[in-house]
């Protein structure tokens, strides 16, 4: 069986600096032996994991669009943010992708996509993640929750870690798999567990972004 975080950013997001060998270490310490690396546009860190990770990592990307951010699960290429949504799908499906909604009702403090456009793109939906640690509010995960139940997908859970602390707040305990289509069967069957992480987390995340970006920006001068 594996205890799946399938939700986790690494350096390679620009509000987190968790370098890949800590990431594998914390999860080998917690009993985490399959992850979904998801940074925030660019799958390069989630390819190099996958090259270092004694355990299965799926290579993963959040890419923002204007109606909110989607995640792409299997991946091989980075897909470019600030697409429109439907076009991020397509090329998601394109590289023989899955199409997660993560935090879909999250638009609090984050762009989640909210009801209308998940009503909207449901049948090109293909799992739902329904525990996010980093969610604030309890009703965006029994939202999920009824969606993925409404339309008969696959439950999928993550930390959303952006620090190491975080890794391992909601997993999903589940079958092993080989290919994206033995994945979604795992899902189907697993168990998810976890708690939430603290709403500070969320500052730290913001700090480390005003950080990267001056870094960034100092680097250009």
């Known amino acids: 069986m594996l205890k799946a975080d399938l939700h986790i950013h690494s350096k390679y997001s620009m509000d987190c600096d968790s ?8 999860c080998l310490e917690l009993g985490i032996n399959c992850i979904a690396l998801a940074d925030h546009g660019t799958v390069e860190g989630g390819l190099k994991m996958r090259e270092i990770a ?9 890419v923002l669009t204007p109606d909110g951010e989607i995640m792409g699960m299997f991946l091989k290429e980075t ?7 439907d076009e991020v799908i397509r090329q998601i499906k394109a590289q023989g992708g899955l199409v997660c909604a993560q935090h879909p009702y999250d638009t609090l403090l984050r762009p989640g996509l909210g009801g209308k456009v998940m009503n909207r793109i449901a049948g090109e939906v293909d799992l739902v ?6 969610s604030p509010l309890p009703q965006s995960s029994r939202k999920s929750l009824a969606f993925a139940e409404k339309h008969n997908l696959p439950e999928s859970a993550g930390s959303d870690a952006h620090s190491i602390a975080e890794i391992g707040n909601a997993w999903v305990e589940m079958p092993e798999f080989t290919d994206k289509e033995s994945f979604l069967k795992s899902l189907s069957e697993g168990k998810i567990g976890g708690h939430l ?9 913001f700090t480390r972004r005003l950080k990267n970006g001056f870094q960034k920006e100092a680097g250009n001068v």
């Open 19 to 26: 370098p890949l060998e800590k990431i594998i270490a914390r």
């Open 79 to 85: 897909i470019k943010s600030g697409q429109p949504l």
């Open 54 to 62: 004694p355990f299965p990592v799926i290579v993963a990307e959040e």
């Open 197 to 205: 992480s603290s709403p500070f987390v969320h500052f730290n995340g």
């Open 129 to 134: 993640e329904v525990l996010n640690a980093r």
